[in-house]
């Protein structure tokens, strides 16, 4: 039995419930950093699934107050500076309940850019990070431009108030060619430690 968008209730044989696609995430890869100048994933983005889903765990920077960074390239290319146009706003409360904000990040989106995409900015005390996601839709188009949507949490460092802080980001890389390897770094200093995940969509 399945329900279609409408209401309606359509009895059948199991072939129409076997033929929606269930949105299962499949583990492909998981890299763990330690002192990392960089996390990549250079294989398994392919057209096997139509969009790729990068879920990062307790990162945390060797250097205070950096950005979470992301690029991409295509075919065996390592540039990694494709070019970007993004959005970016950010809601975040001091743990003191000094100050409570929603507001649009200017400084960290792109017009047309090829700089690392920011994803966050996180402190490097011992117990700050951050978690989240990238989805990368349809990656091995060579029809359409690549969208994606990040979004992610941290704890960190606002002027000496700690906070805790959820940004998020979209936009399009503007190319019709494939994209076949995604970069993971900071702005500043390495990646000491952190777990990055990559899934496909099934």
């Known amino acids: 039995m399945a329900v279609v968008s409408n209401g309606t209730t359509l009895i059948d044989n199991g072939a129409l419930d076997a033929g929606v696609p269930t949105g299962s995430l499949i583990l492909l890869s998981t890299q763990t950093a330690s002192a990392s100048a960089t996390i990549d ?18 990162i945390h920077p060797a250097t205070q107050n950096v950005n979470f960074q992301f690029q991409v390239d295509t075919g065996t290319n390592t540039n990694y500076n494709q070019t970007i146009t993004s959005t970016s706003f950010r809601a975040y409360h001091f743990e003191g309940d000094l100050n409570a904000v929603l507001e649009y990040l200017t400084a960290h989106d792109q017009a047309q850019g090829t700089s690392f995409q920011n994803l966050n900015y996180i402190g490097n005390d011992n117990d700050m990070c951050a978690v989240g996601e990238l989805k990368l839709f349809n990656p091995s188009s060579t029809t359409y431009v690549k969208h994606f949507i990040a979004r992610s949490q941290f704890y960190g460092d606002g002027g000496g108030q700690d906070l805790s802080e959820d940004w998020f980001t979209a936009g399009y890389v503007n190319t019709t060619t494939a994209i076949t390897r995604v970069r993971f770094k900071m702005s500043s200093g390495n990646i000491d430690d952190g777990i990055i995940k990559m899934y496909g969509v099934a």
């Not at 994933?41 to 307790?58: A, L, R």
């Open 41 to 58: 994933f250079t294989s398994g983005i392919d057209s096997t699934y139509d969009s790729y889903v990068f879920k990062f765990i307790n």
